[in-house]
């Protein structure tokens, strides 16, 4: 390691890495009002504890790997197994005293917890399920199950929950606790249900076992697996680097891995969102400006990657890599005392007499002008289903540009409330999203604000539209992206959210759906295979959609009509129809769309992707303008490389 403070290079040896890192700090601290640069040189970081940097460590600081090395922050132990016959297959090693751990690294590659039913990777949902997971029969064969888990996604598919086992009853019977991950409890599904962490099922090659009072490790090797030579290692903390009250700090050019699971922590509700939250991760800000971490990887982490906390400003993730993430990607969560009349259960409902009326957030205690830019994020929600790899909830004007993002179990851009809008996605390409959840989309949001529900005023009769915007203060921006999802919306406004401008984007399966809300402009898009879904629009609702391109008739549920402020200049695309026609089948859906039309779009090559227009289109004549369909996505080529290479 290095530290450069201005023209000046003061060299560090590798062999005494963190004492060294302190030491760049201090000096650090000394040449406050100054550029500096600590440099490290390349290896393997490991961290007993987190590295917690305070308002002392602010400036103009930068900690950026050496040029040309690989540089690792890590949570985990390296152990050295003596490896002796336990029975079958099964091997067996004592471990050191403390070495408590939930997840197994051999070599780089992560191992299963001994789990029924075994890991399949082909099954689209926890890699394998049973509804027997818990049942008398199979738990009866289990002499002490204690620190084992249950998973269970929620029985419509929302999300997921999780127990830790507690023991056996005089009678047998499991004792569990838990079921708190998700805020529209509703206890379990029947099938989809999994057990990890008893010994007893310690029966497929890749498992392991931990017994903790024993501190003993169990082990089915893989065939071929030189187990006798690799490097084991587990978590030990669930946190690597705090930045709490800092302000100035850029770190690049790192890897962040190995973190310890957070899903039993995961339990403060998001307002009236389906969520419930834990405020840790990987990297944790808190209370500060200006710091960023660009060309970085995260991988390998059992809970959050990223968690911006509260209040903090111009917080930036540039050109990073996060990948095999237990939870969320990046989340950007303000604080519930900000909101004005706050509700956290969905069924939760307050009268407009008595709520607080006063526009925007009641305090600044949320994140704002933050950017997530150019980042690869895929796999993530590996353990926690109610994840997202981006996820916004209490912030204001946060921008996520040319990210590229897919292979997650729900959405792939979540906004769990109004509070308090400005935010910008564009330009981002989403897809293999929605893989084990439902109901949902690609993008994903709610607008379950103050105005939500009300019980003295009737929204559905027009009752005051304008309480939308006391909450979503600002606009919210969905431009020129590419979206795609499996089980699902491409685009999914969900009950009230509300004051949304959607413009350029390419919907590729799933189609785009406004719920409930105001405000909403809809403009411009391409929906291919499917089309416009309005569902339980509120009377003068002010929605827009115009413009746009639909490969089906609209999808409604429950809008009264005419639909909105305006619907119309829209083209259901219809092959081989060269002689525009009326679109007689959206007006009479609508009561709406006098103008709109029936023909073939005359896309330039649907087989590469490529769904602008040719000249002569009719969707010309309606208005409709072609936008750029090579441009979504990370821009930087050594990511764009990277996309679905593993």
């Given at each position: 390691?290095?530290?450069?403070?201005?023209?000046?290079?003061?060299?560090?040896?590798?062999?005494?890495?963190?004492?060294?890192?302190?030491?760049?700090?201090?000096?650090?601290?000394?040449?406050?009002?100054?550029?500096?640069?600590?440099?490290?040189?390349?290896?393997?970081?490991?961290?007993?504890?987190?590295?917690?940097?305070?308002?002392?460590?602010?400036?103009?600081?930068?900690?950026?790997?050496?040029?040309?090395?690989?540089?690792?922050?890590?949570?985990?132990?390296?152990?050295?197994?003596?490896?002796?016959?336990?029975?079958?297959?099964?091997?067996?090693?004592?471990?050191?005293?403390?070495?408590?751990?939930?997840?197994?690294?051999?070599?780089?590659?992560?191992?299963?917890?001994?789990?029924?039913?075994?890991?399949?990777?082909?099954?689209?949902?926890?890699?394998?399920?049973?509804?027997?997971?818990?049942?008398?029969?199979?738990?009866?064969?289990?002499?002490?199950?204690?620190?084992?888990?249950?998973?269970?996604?929620?029985?419509?598919?929302?999300?997921?929950?999780?127990?830790?086992?507690?023991?056996?009853?005089?009678?047998?019977?499991?004792?569990?606790?838990?079921?708190?991950?998700?805020?529209?409890?509703?206890?379990?599904?029947?099938?989809?249900?999994?057990?990890?962490?008893?010994?007893?099922?310690?029966?497929?090659?890749?498992?392991?076992?931990?017994?903790?009072?024993?501190?003993?490790?169990?082990?089915?090797?893989?065939?071929?697996?030189?187990?006798?030579?690799?490097?084991?290692?587990?978590?030990?903390?669930?946190?690597?680097?705090?930045?709490?009250?800092?302000?100035?700090?850029?770190m690049s050019g790192f890897t962040f891995q190995h973190t310890l699971r957070t899903f039993m922590k995961n339990r403060e509700p998001l307002l009236r969102s389906d969520w419930t939250i834990y405020r840790g991760a990987a990297i944790h800000f808190k209370n500060s400006e200006r710091c960023e971490i660009a060309d970085s990887s995260f991988r390998d982490l059992g809970g959050n990657a990223v968690f911006v906390d509260g209040k903090n400003r111009a917080i930036a993730l540039r050109r990073c890599i996060i990948q095999n993430v237990g939870a969320n990607g990046v989340a950007?969560?303000?604080?519930?005392?900000?909101?004005?009349?706050?509700?956290?259960?969905?069924?939760?409902?307050?009268?407009?007499?008595?709520?607080?009326?006063?526009?925007?957030?009641?305090?600044?205690?949320?994140?704002?002008?933050?950017?997530?830019?150019?980042?690869?994020?895929?796999?993530?929600?590996?353990?926690?289903?109610?994840?997202?790899?981006?996820?916004?909830?209490?912030?204001?004007?946060?921008?996520?540009?040319?990210?590229?993002?897919?292979?997650?179990?729900?959405?792939?851009?979540?906004?769990?409330?109004?509070?308090?809008?400005?935010?910008?996605?564009?330009?981002?390409?989403?897809?293999?999203?929605?893989?084990?959840?439902?109901?949902?989309?690609?993008?994903?949001?709610?607008?379950?604000?103050?105005?939500?529900?009300?019980?003295?005023?009737?929204?559905?009769?027009?009752?005051?539209?304008?309480?939308?915007?006391?909450?979503?203060?600002?606009?919210?921006?969905?431009?020129?992206?590419?979206?795609?999802?499996?089980?699902?919306?491409?685009?999914?406004?969900?009950?009230?959210?509300?004051?949304?401008?959607?413009?350029?984007?390419?919907?590729?399966?799933?189609?785009?759906?406004?719920?409930?809300?105001?405000?909403?402009?809809?403009?411009?898009?391409?929906?291919?295979?499917?089309?416009?879904?309005?569902?339980?629009?509120?009377?003068?609702?002010?929605?827009?959609?115009?413009?746009?391109?639909?490969?089906?008739?609209?999808?409604?549920?429950?809008?009264?009509?005419?639909?909105?402020?305006?619907?119309?200049?829209?083209?259901?695309?219809?092959?081989?129809?060269?002689?525009?026609?009326?679109?007689?089948?959206?007006?009479?859906?609508?009561?709406?769309?006098q103008h709109s039309l029936a023909a073939d779009a005359l896309f330039v090559d649907p087989s590469k992707g490529n769904y602008q227009v040719r000249p002569g289109s009719p969707a010309f004549k309606l208005g409709f303008q072609n936008f750029a369909m090579n441009q979504f996505g990370v821009r930087p080529q050594k990511l764009r490389a990277m996309v679905h290479v593993e």
């Amino acid at each position: 390691m290095s530290v450069r403070v201005g023209a000046t290079l003061i060299r560090g040896r590798r062999n005494s890495r963190l004492r060294r890192w302190m030491g760049a700090r201090l000096a650090a601290r000394q040449h406050r009002g100054s550029k500096v640069i600590v440099e490290f040189a390349g290896g393997i970081y490991r961290l007993a504890r987190p590295v917690v940097f305070s308002s002392d460590d602010s400036g103009n600081v930068t900690y950026r790997a050496a040029k040309g090395t690989q540089v690792v922050f890590t949570g985990s132990a390296e152990i050295h197994p003596r490896w002796r016959p336990y029975q079958w297959h099964i091997l067996q090693t004592s471990v050191p005293e403390g070495f408590e751990t939930d997840q197994l690294f051999f070599d780089g590659n992560q191992q299963t917890l001994a789990r029924y039913p075994n890991e399949d990777l082909s099954v689209r949902i926890f890699h394998g399920y049973a509804k027997d997971a818990i049942s008398p029969e199979r738990a009866g064969k289990w002499k002490d199950p204690t620190g084992g888990f249950l998973h269970a996604m929620h029985p419509t598919m929302w999300g997921d929950v999780h127990y830790r086992i507690l023991g056996k009853d005089a009678k047998g019977a499991l004792k569990m606790e838990g079921g708190w991950q998700n805020n529209r409890r509703a206890g379990m599904h029947s099938e989809y249900r999994f057990v990890e962490g008893i010994f007893e099922e310690l029966d497929a090659p890749g498992e392991w076992f931990l017994n903790r009072g024993e501190h003993l490790l169990f082990y089915y090797p893989r065939p071929g697996t030189d187990y006798e030579h690799g490097t084991f290692e587990g978590p030990q903390i669930e946190t690597l680097l705090e930045f709490y009250g800092v302000k100035g700090i850029k770190m690049s050019g790192f890897t962040f891995q190995h973190t310890l699971r957070t899903f039993m922590k995961n339990r403060e509700p998001l307002l009236r969102s389906d969520w419930t939250i834990y405020r840790g991760a990987a990297i944790h800000f808190k209370n500060s400006e200006r710091c960023e971490i660009a060309d970085s990887s995260f991988r390998d982490l059992g809970g959050n990657a990223v968690f911006v906390d509260g209040k903090n400003r111009a917080i930036a993730l540039r050109r990073c890599i996060i990948q095999n993430v237990g939870a969320n990607g990046v989340a950007f969560v303000g604080d519930p005392k900000a909101v004005r009349s706050p509700l956290f259960e969905y069924s939760e409902r307050q009268s407009f007499v008595s709520m607080d009326k006063s526009p925007g957030p009641k305090t600044d205690d949320y994140p704002m002008e933050c950017l997530v830019e150019d980042c690869l994020i895929r796999r993530t929600g590996l353990v926690e289903k109610q994840s997202a790899p981006i996820e916004i909830a209490m912030s204001r004007r946060i921008a996520i540009r040319h990210c590229t993002i897919y292979h997650v179990p729900r959405a792939g851009i979540n906004i769990g409330d109004g509070c308090w809008g400005g935010h910008l996605i564009e330009g981002c390409d989403v897809f293999d999203t929605v893989l084990e959840t439902g109901d949902h989309g690609s993008f994903n949001s709610w607008g379950r604000d103050r105005y939500w529900g009300l019980t003295d005023v009737d929204m559905n009769k027009g009752e005051h539209p304008e309480l939308a915007s006391l909450d979503t203060i600002e606009p919210i921006v969905i431009r020129n992206n590419r979206w795609r999802c499996e089980h699902g919306w491409d685009i999914d406004l969900d009950d009230g959210s509300s004051r949304y401008v959607i413009q350029n984007n390419l919907c590729l399966n799933g189609g785009l759906k406004n719920r409930e809300g105001f405000g909403r402009t809809v403009e411009n898009n391409v929906i291919v295979n499917n089309s416009f879904h309005p569902h339980v629009w509120f009377t003068n609702s002010g929605d827009v959609f115009r413009r746009n391109i639909v490969f089906t008739p609209y999808q409604p549920i429950g809008v009264k009509q005419p639909w909105g402020q305006e619907v119309d200049f829209n083209l259901l695309n219809t092959p081989n129809q060269s002689t525009p026609q009326a679109a007689t089948v959206l007006a009479k859906a609508s009561g709406r769309d006098q103008h709109s039309l029936a023909a073939d779009a005359l896309f330039v090559d649907p087989s590469k992707g490529n769904y602008q227009v040719r000249p002569g289109s009719p969707a010309f004549k309606l208005g409709f303008q072609n936008f750029a369909m090579n441009q979504f996505g990370v821009r930087p080529q050594k990511l764009r490389a990277m996309v679905h290479v593993e």
